[in-house]
């Protein structure tokens, strides 16, 4: 089952427009990587169907595909906007990270929220508990998704991971599906030049061998589960302290590393999921501080994104 079909059928509702508001966050969410961003897109797409008269939406066939269109095309503009505005961000912009509700809730030994229950366009939820945790948010693939032109990202993510007819991806971007054929295609090569396969088990293996290793300040077994090219990109916001630049290299990542834990005495690091693979989270006195994903390949730990921006962190605080 495609991220669409998933979306889908957890969004099931006696109602149908209000039935789309899952799938709507979860495209959002891919095209736009920010939480916020993606609600606010999709409140804007309720607010212009409610907006017509109740004859005009009585004539249209299908309220979801007018819905994702009109969706799509608020986050087309949002992207087009996207990069003038994180030219003024402070420091490096990440994505939003995701928490694993269930795997919290177990943790404190509570059940997981159904994720079937419905949801109405006019109540509030968190839009993170209405993404999808599959491959297609993992910290490294929306990293690549960062790197696309907004056409091709909308083209890409539309047709390759929720399956969308290039005819009607021609209707968000305005091109014609042959267009929006090629703009795919050319995101295509992008996520494939960027992809290594790694298990589960091994890329677990991997964060929990590091957890351990800064736990102990242990600098030389770290340096050992890092790759020599290893890059640490952290996402602060301007809010809180951290690096404004791209660490490079797996002696200075080991050396950073060891003195964060040297100067949050009381820090606790949890094995949690993150976008839906294995990742740390570090906690202090019960609220989450920073959120940190990685990538694995050949057993080492090419890159680490770690984000303490609080605003993003926002859907972590319920579980501390």
């Given amino acids: 089952m495609g991220a669409a079909e998933a979306a889908g059928a957890a969004g099931a509702s006696t109602d149908p427009v209000a039935a789309e508001r899952r799938q709507l966050v979860n495209v959002a969410y891919r095209l736009l990587g920010s939480l916020t961003e993606a609600e606010d897109a999709v409140q804007e797409a309720y607010a212009r169907w409610y907006a017509q008269p109740p004859d005009r939406r009585d004539e249209i066939l299908s309220p979801g595909a007018w819905l994702t269109t009109v969706t799509g095309r608020i986050c087309l503009d949002v992207l087009g906007s996207a990069r003038a505005r994180r030219e003024r961000y402070v420091g490096a912009w990440l994505p939003d990270p995701l928490p694993d509700r269930a795997e919290w809730s177990r943790g404190r030994g509570e059940g997981p929220t159904d994720p079937a229950t419905p949801t109405d366009p006019a109540t509030p939820t968190d839009p993170a508990d209405q993404v999808v945790l599959d491959e297609s948010v993992t910290m490294a693939f929306l990293v690549v998704l960062e790197s696309m032109t ?52 091994g890329r677990a293996d991997a964060v929990r061998r590091v957890k351990e290793a800064w736990e102990a300040r242990d600098i030389p077994a770290l340096v050992d589960l890092l790759d020599p090219a290893a890059v640490l990109t952290a996402d602060g916001g301007g809010l809180v302290g951290t690096v404004l630049r791209p660490i490079e290299g797996d002696a200075r990542i080991a050396q950073y590393m060891v003195a964060i834990a040297d100067k949050a005495p009381g ?54």
């Avoid at 949690?272 to 390949?297: C, E, H, I, Q, Y």
């Avoid at 921006?309 to 605080?317: A, D, Q």
Wanted: aromatic letters at 6%; hydrophobic letters at 45%; proline letters at 7%.
């Fill in 150 to 201: 907004p056409a091709e990202r909308v083209a890409f993510v539309l047709h390759d991971v929720f399956r969308y007819p290039f005819a009607e991806i021609a209707d968000v971007l305005g091109r014609t599906p042959a267009a929006c054929k090629q703009l795919a295609a050319s995101a295509r090569r992008r996520v494939r030049g960027s992809q290594a396969p790694v298990s589960a088990a």
């Fill in 267 to 320: 820090l606790e690091l949890l094995e949690r999921s993150v976008n839906g693979v294995p990742g740390l989270v570090a906690r202090r006195a019960g609220t989450v501080m920073t959120v940190a994903s990685f990538d694995v390949a050949d057993g080492r730990v090419t890159r680490i994104w770690v984000v303490r921006n609080p605003e993003k962190l926002r859907p972590w605080l319920r579980d501390g």
